[in-house]
């Protein structure tokens, strides 16, 4: 069991560039969550997934897309990176057994983002 | 809205202390806390989860205590060692994404010396 894995470990952006970042998960889970964590600001919520097909906000959507087109992973794009956008990027999922709240979060082990 | 604090100065103690970290919540009553621990570099572990109805919940070296009174969850580790030096977060469930998802706290930083 890999767990919870990120693709790319690191990634360097222009302004106005475009990206995609990938989670995958191998441990059949139904919720999948994208935060960004920054100094002094701790872990925020972009987007999540409670299901394959299906996507919601968080608490810090704008400038960000997500698809979940297969269970077992979620993508976060960037259509135009800027450099508010830098930081680094967790993916984690759950199981979902019990809508949520009380399941464990899996993480993996970041995207660390720059954007020039 | 609802608010999650932690102590945002690390907190240094010597090996072998207990450790105890604060989370203070405002705005909301959660059911249930979790606590994670974060080392640099990396991502969140899940350590401990308590209901409300708990009140302490133990694991090895650590305890978590829930005062829906005082609205804190307090986290101790006994017998700290520098292996525990982290940053550890509480997260309640996030009332603003419909129960699914939970609010992570900045973290307080933990370093235990020799």
């Known amino acids: 069991n890999a767990g919870v894995t990120q693709t790319p470990k690191f990634r360097v952006l222009k302004t106005g560039q475009s990206m995609t970042l990938l989670c995958a998960q191998d441990?059949?889970?139904?919720?999948m969550y994208w935060y960004r964590q920054d100094p002094g600001m701790g872990l925020r919520l972009i987007h999540y997934?409670?299901?394959?097909?299906?996507?919601a906000k968080g608490e810090v959507p704008d400038g960000y897309n997500v698809s979940r087109l297969k269970k077992q992973n979620f993508l976060l794009g960037l259509e135009s990176a800027a450099p508010s956008q830098t930081s680094v990027y967790f993916c984690?999922?759950?199981?979902?057994?019990?809508?949520?709240?009380?399941?464990?979060?899996?993480f993996g082990p970041g995207t660390r983002l720059t954007v020039l | 809205s609802q608010k999650i604090e932690q102590n945002s100065e690390a907190l240094n103690i010597q090996e072998g202390k207990t450790a105890t970290l604060t989370c203070n919540y405002t705005?909301?009553?959660?059911?249930?806390l979790q606590w994670y621990r974060q080392d640099p570099g990396r991502g969140p572990v899940f350590l401990l989860l308590?209901?409300?109805?708990?009140k302490e919940k133990r694991k090895e070296r650590l305890k978590v205590t829930f005062d829906t009174t005082l609205k804190q969850s307090l986290f101790h580790i006994t017998a700290s060692q520098p292996a525990d030096s982290a940053t550890y977060l509480c997260?309640?469930?996030?009332?603003?994404?419909?129960?699914?998802?939970?609010?992570f706290g900045k973290g307080t930083s933990l370093l235990v010396t020799p």
């Open positions: 308590i209901r409300e109805n708990e």
């Open positions: 984690a999922s759950s199981d979902g057994t019990s809508g949520g709240p009380t399941d464990t979060q899996y």
């Open positions: 997934s409670v299901g394959e097909g299906t996507t």
């Open positions: 997260a309640p469930p996030s009332v603003a994404n419909s129960g699914y998802a939970l609010n």
């Open positions: 441990m059949n889970h139904e919720y």
């Open positions: 705005n909301y009553s959660p059911a249930y």
